[in-house]
């Protein structure tokens, strides 16, 4: 299988299930248990994202500046700081432990 054939493949399977989200009656998706179960869903596949993100590198586990990175704006998420000063503390301690060779 080509690559091209592996793109048009996912494609058309990807339309298919837009289709078939359509065809669904809405009363179905409008009950309280599959709006949580989709609410529940998006937040575990963005932790999940986060996590490959950060200790990720290839086939393997690495740990580095991006976890004390992580968990300063873990903490700063907690104590309510604004995004822009999420991303950017977050950003600085990744250079700082760079930098000084602590967590390369």
Known sequence: MTM?????VASIVCVALKTVGYLIPP???????PMR???LLTVALLAALVAVQTLGAGQTIVVDARVPALL????L????APFLVVVVA???VAA???LWGWAA
């Open 4 to 8: 091209w054939t592996a793109v048009l």
């Open 27 to 33: 009363k179905w998706v409008e009950a309280p248990r």
């Open 37 to 39: 179960i989709a609410d």
């Open 72 to 75: 300063v704006a873990a903490g």
């Open 77 to 80: 998420l907690l104590l309510r």
């Open 90 to 92: 977050a950003a600085v």
């Open 96 to 98: 700082l432990l760079r």
